[in-house]
């Protein structure tokens, strides 16, 4: 494989700065590897959405990542990846690989479950797409899965620290059909939700194993540049630069918190400009 392209960046995307999250299991897991990541704030929140919508979003983004030279794109949004995984695969799939975060956690959640019961906390459209549970079957038909809509979870985080009682009470409601459910395994699928990890054990219990997208995504990674020869031979820290659609000061306000390392730089991209590129959407893949 050539090095320049070798030493090409990883492209990582989410509808906010939620993604700084698996971004930092990524940077810890593959020190020496050059990092993109697009964070689409001016359309937060995705959770919402159509898939339609979603595909469209993650189209443009994907586009913009690939047209600045990534070699491997990293879909960091359990929303975006429910929705547009297929497509984005079937348009950009001979260019680089793209990888989302729903297959990994749910592998990771099948094989250290103990009762068979795995609970899922994610946004209305992630669990109205029913990837999870698909992903989860696949892995193991016998699992029992219970799948919890928050709505608005991920803009109570995305505003902001600290957390008060709204969120505590927020949280509680939210995991109490998991608790009545007796699952001993729960995903976090939203890349927001690590960031309430403390809260969310208390909540449900320490027996309860939590499955962050983060790690399991790291590891995903590693394998796919590892099996295509593309990993960076670089020696010492890689690089990492942000971009956003909304406000750049924000961005970097609250992401150097979600990241837990410095952003310096951030970079606006015009999403505007970005929904003009002509994107023909392929047929939905189900």
């Not at 297959?103 to 109205?128: D, H, I, K, Y």
């Not at 016998?142 to 803009?155: F, G, I, K, N």
């Not at 395994?185 to 962050?212: E, K, S, W």
Request: charged share 20%; aromatic share 6%.
């Amino acid at each position: 494989m050539p090095t320049d392209l070798r030493r090409r960046p990883i492209g990582v995307f989410d509808s906010g700065v939620g993604g700084l999250t698996v971004l930092h299991e990524l940077l810890v897991a593959l020190p020496h590897e050059d990092f993109l990541y697009l964070g689409d704030t001016a359309r937060f929140p995705y959770g919402t959405r159509a898939a339609a919508e979603l595909q469209g979003f993650a189209l443009h983004i994907a586009h913009e990542l690939i047209d600045r030279d990534a070699k491997l794109v990293v879909v960091a949004c359990n929303s975006a990846t429910a929705a547009a995984l297929p497509v984005l695969q079937e348009r950009y799939g001979a260019e680089v690989d793209v990888i989302g975060v729903v297959g990994p956690e749910s592998n990771q959640a099948a094989v250290s479950t103990r009762n068979g019961r795995v609970g899922v906390l994610a946004t209305p459209a992630t669990v109205a797409s029913a990837a999870y549970e698909r992903a989860l079957h696949t892995a193991d038909p016998h699992l029992r899965v219970t799948s919890v809509p928050c709505p608005d979870l991920a803009p109570i985080i995305q505003a902001g620290f600290p957390f008060d009682q709204r969120v505590v009470d927020t949280v509680r409601g939210y995991c109490a059909p998991l608790r009545e459910a007796r699952v001993d395994t729960v995903i976090l699928g939203c890349t927001h939700y690590p960031l309430i990890r403390p809260m969310i054990q208390r909540t449900l219990g320490r027996d309860v194993t939590l499955i962050a997208p983060g790690a399991a995504m790291a590891r995903r990674v590693e394998s796919a540049l590892a099996a295509r020869h593309l990993d960076s031979p670089a020696e010492g820290e890689g690089d990492y630069r942000f971009l956003c659609t909304g406000d750049v000061d924000e961005f970097r306000a609250l992401g150097t918190r979600f990241l837990q390392l410095p952003l310096g730089r951030v970079e606006h991209v015009d999403v505007h400009e970005a929904a003009t590129v002509v994107l023909e959407l392929p047929v939905e893949v189900r």
